[in-house]
């Protein structure tokens, strides 16, 4: 049991050399696996320099590479790995079969799907390695769970996602291909039904150690009690179950804990000292995790004692918080810049401040950031109107893609049968609606809002757009807090760009050339050799990092906890997700929430509350 800043990779080398050089096992019966390719390479890499890449056969591999190979080498199926290009694109056809056109497009919609998927195949218990295809089935697991339902409210209803899954498992067994969740899957249905090829790897691999054991799912626990096998087995697990975060990929911190009941020789060590926090931050990180109930209770102390107190900061709006961190951060000096974090909670936060740094002149980083994807929409999306609006004014027509992209944002009800061909004109289509008065009209106005569009300067335009048509509220509905004043931001910028344009194709030229996802680097940084720079980053993709100073904004109802969470699993995830913020820092900790105005108030997140943070409706804060 391993807490944050213990030394667990330094055990697992360790323990490695010790199997070899005091043991004296062969270095080919020990298998190590690791959940990416990244700490896979990391791991062998400290291994080979601890013993001088001596016991080059130690197989060092992710449960992926691993599995993947037992099957190649084990089955006589002839599969390939569906690549993440080809499933994209399968996905978005099948939302395209079931949905509006629009959601087709919707790059974020179809990774929700695609983690439903995953998350359905990682949890299934049924026998069969085939994936259920049946809708009726799929729905009912669905609606009982609270991920794969919050999942369902993107989508028309939860038959939709049901016919989604079965209809992308049908395409992938007629194509012979398989995706990572069908790896396992398989592997593990190979390993049940041939004993022969079982009894192969349980004697090839007779060492099996485990690195980040509280991310595992139940399909490759099963895969690891069948290959370390009942007799004996010699299993070395390493993990926390305070830090496992990646429950929307199947992860379960309760697989720790069958360990105790599925081995009952199992020995359990407590690497109870943090190396990394301070004692302040050691203390009020395990101040607020303990206020989960499901988990192994555990004492940590701090090896650096004192420190300096953490803080906790309230301000009344976004600005205020960007305006903070900017007057932090700005005070820094190159170094104590490159040894700082600001850690959000998404990647829609996140890209906001990188935003602001960006204009302020102060040099970021990010890690594992996902493409700006906000970003990316909103710019086809304006520049799909700008299209419009130039050709409904100058031909009564348009091109399609951009008809089709557009045409429902906001809602208009327009039907893909009303658009036929590479030219849609826009008579064609009122005369398609002749027999309903109500959709004539409505595409009367559109098409009125167009030219009235193109007949604007470029800046006015754009707010046209925003405001008077209703582009900005249809694409903030339904959205939260933090993504929502992602899209406002960037469409601030667009039109402070079409401020300084002269025509519609100038500001399309524009955009066109300007990157939809931008670099991970602020304007000005040096090359790629160049490490400085505040890290801007999630808290997901923070996992495994350190750093002396760490800022952690917007901790806010809402946001984590995420207002899409609704049981209380998911609720100790989220506080889960906060510890491991947390304890990234190693010297200085500033965690923020926004209390709100009067007219808006805020609640500051619930496991604040352990730190002595009050919500402003009970009580002081």
């Known amino acids: ?65 691993v599995f993947f190979r037992i099957l190649l080498e084990s089955s006589a199926d002839r599969l390939s790995i569906i690549s993440s290009s080809e499933q994209l694109s399968l996905i978005k056809h099948l939302i395209n079969c079931y949905e509006n056109p629009e959601k087709a497009e919707n790059e974020i919609l179809a990774d929700s799907a695609s983690s439903a998927i995953a998350y359905i195949k990682s949890n299934l218990k049924e026998s069969s390695s085939q994936f259920i295809t049946d809708h009726d089935r799929l729905h009912e697991i669905i609606v009982k769970n609270s991920y794969l339902r919050s999942v369902s409210r993107s989508f028309s209803s939860p038959y939709v996602l049901a016919g989604i899954c079965g209809d992308y498992d049908k395409f992938l067994s007629e194509n012979s291909k398989i995706d990572f969740e069908d790896m396992i899957l398989r592997c593990r249905m190979l390993l049940e039904s041939e004993p022969d090829v079982l009894h192969k790897w ?46 929307f990929r199947g992860s379960d911190p309760a697989v720790m804990r069958l360990l105790k009941e599925d081995y009952e020789s199992l020995q359990q060590i407590l690497l109870d000292i943090n190396y990394r926090c301070s004692e302040e931050i050691t203390s009020a990180s395990l101040s607020v995790i303990s206020e989960n109930k499901n988990r192994f209770v555990k004492q940590i102390k701090a090896f650096n004692k004192g420190g300096e107190p953490i803080k906790i900061v309230s301000l009344p709006e976004e600005k205020d918080e960007y305006d903070y961190l900017c007057h932090a951060l700005g005070s820094y000096s190159p170094a104590e810049l490159s040894d700082s974090a600001v850690i959000f909670r998404n990647h829609a936060q996140a890209a906001s401040l990188c935003t602001r740094l960006q204009n302020e002149g102060i040099k970021y980083r990010r890690r594992g950031a996902a493409p700006d994807r906000i970003r990316k929409e909103i710019t086809k999306d304006v520049i799909s109107y700008l299209n419009l609006a130039i050709l409904a004014n100058s031909e009564n027509a348009c091109s399609r893609p951009d008809m089709y992209r557009v045409m429902n944002i906001p809602q208009r009800y327009i039907s893909r049968e009303a658009i036929a061909g590479n030219i849609v004109c826009f008579d064609k289509v009122i005369r398609y609606y002749s027999d309903r008065k109500y959709m004539s009209d409505i595409i009367t106005v559109f098409i009125d809002d ?52 002269s025509s519609h194709k100038e500001l399309i030229s524009v955009m066109e050339e300007s990157p939809a996802e931008k670099s991970d680097r602020s304007i000005g940084s040096a090359g790629d050799d160049d490490n400085s720079g505040v890290y801007v980053i999630t808290m997901h993709a923070s996992k495994g990092l350190e750093f002396g100073r760490v800022f952690l904004p917007d901790l806010n109802e809402g946001i984590i906890p995420s207002r899409k969470i609704r049981d209380e699993a998911g609720i100790e995830e989220e506080r889960r997700l906060l510890y491991v913020a947390m304890t990234r820092a190693k010297k200085m900790l500033t965690l923020i929430y926004i209390d709100g105005t009067k007219e808006n108030p805020r609640k500051p997140s619930r496991f604040l509350k352990a730190l002595g943070v009050i919500d402003h409706e009970e009580g002081q804060t």
């Open 1 to 65: 049991m391993a807490g944050p800043g213990s030394g667990k990779t330094f055990v697992l080398v360790e323990r490695i050399r010790y199997l070899i050089e005091t043991k004296h096992f062969p270095p080919s019966s020990i298998l190590v696996l690791t959940f990416s390719k990244a700490a896979a390479l990391e791991m062998k890499g400290r291994f080979g320099k601890l013993t001088n890449k001596r016991y080059q056969e130690v197989v060092f591999g992710t449960f992926h590479s």
């Open 202 to 247: 349980q004697d090839k691999f007779r060492h099996i150690l485990v690195d980040e054991f509280q991310d595992i799912n139940s399909q490759q626990y099963k895969i690891i009690r069948l290959i370390s096998g009942d007799n004996d087995p010699d299993l070395f697990a390493v993990g926390d179950d305070d830090q496992s975060i990646y429950g």
């Open 450 to 501: 167009l030219r009235c569009m193109a007949h604007l300067r470029p800046k006015l335009a754009i707010r046209f757009m925003r405001k008077s048509i209703g582009y900005e509220n249809a694409v903030m509905s339904g959205k939260s807090m933090s993504v929502r004043s992602r899209i406002s931001a960037v469409l601030d910028e667009i039109e402070e760009k079409a401020g300084k344009t």
